[in-house]
């Protein structure tokens, strides 16, 4: 059974711009769950998705957005890019109601703000 | 909300030695508790994980984690060090109703050879 699959793993951009990131679940999963790791700041949820609607939310300010598809695939956005989210996107899928309960995680895209 | 507090941002054994690396968590109700790996450039790998039953876990590459609710801790531990073992260690938590995760902010563990 494929992983999760994150595009693109690389992405440059400048300050102002936005920028979209996708991430396919693992087949079956319909949850999807974005993170921001930075070294400072470890580990930070941003939101989860399930069925299409979001269903929790962490504490990032309006530029960053995301939605989920009919097929569970998922995609976040980040407009008005700031230096400061530069930074390895994680997208994490599981099956949210049953088990196994844990989260599977994708290799992440890097993103630098320049 | 949960917290999830892990002693030690960096960890250093030797080749050979005991690893152990502490987890602590604030619920009062015994949540689902995990640990992950994570390589460089690299997404996190589950380790090992406890929901319900047996207390002492086992999971990948030796390592092993035991449940104590009285502590509310879900220390990380491996008999003997390997190199390979050098990764960011993260544990997390996950109450058993709804999906949000807490993690910790990680464990950098270092192995001297």
């Known amino acids: 059974k494929a992983g999760v699959t994150q595009t693109p793993r690389y992405l440059i951009k400048t300050r102002g711009q936005q920028v979209t990131l996708s991430c396919s679940p693992i087949?079956?999963?319909?949850?999807v769950s974005w993170y921001q790791q930075t070294p400072g700041q470890g580990l930070q949820f941003l939101f989860e998705?399930?069925?299409?609607?979001?269903?929790n939310k962490g504490n990032f300010p309006g530029r960053f957005s995301g939605r989920q598809f009919s097929n569970s695939r998922s995609e976040m956005n980040v407009s008005t890019l700031e230096l400061g989210d530069s930074a390895l996107y994680l997208c994490?899928?599981?099956?949210?109601?049953?088990?196994?309960?844990?989260?599977?995680f994708g290799p992440g895209t890097r993103l630098t703000v320049l | 909300a949960q917290s999830v507090t892990q002693l030690g941002s960096h960890v250093s054994v030797s080749e050979g030695a005991l690893v152990l690396l502490r987890c602590n968590y604030s619920?009062?109700?015994?949540?689902?508790l995990f640990w992950y790996v994570q390589y460089p450039n690299q997404g996190l790998q589950l380790l090992l994980k406890?929901?319900?039953?047996?207390?002492l876990v086992k999971g990948i590459n030796g390592f092993e984690a035991e449940f104590k609710k009285s502590e509310t801790s879900f220390h990380l531990t491996k008999p003997s060090a390997h190199m390979s073992d050098a990764a960011e260690y993260f544990c997390?938590?996950?109450?058993?109703?709804?999906?949000?995760?807490?993690f910790g902010t990680g464990t950098s563990l270092t192995v001297i050879p």
């Open positions: 997390a938590v996950r109450e058993n109703t709804g999906n949000q995760f807490y």
């Open positions: 998705y399930f069925s299409e609607t979001q269903r």
């Open positions: 619920s009062s109700v015994p949540p689902y």
């Open positions: 406890y929901t319900t039953g047996a207390t």
């Open positions: 994490a899928s599981s099956f949210r109601e049953s088990r196994p309960y844990e989260q599977f």
């Open positions: 087949s079956g999963h319909r949850s």
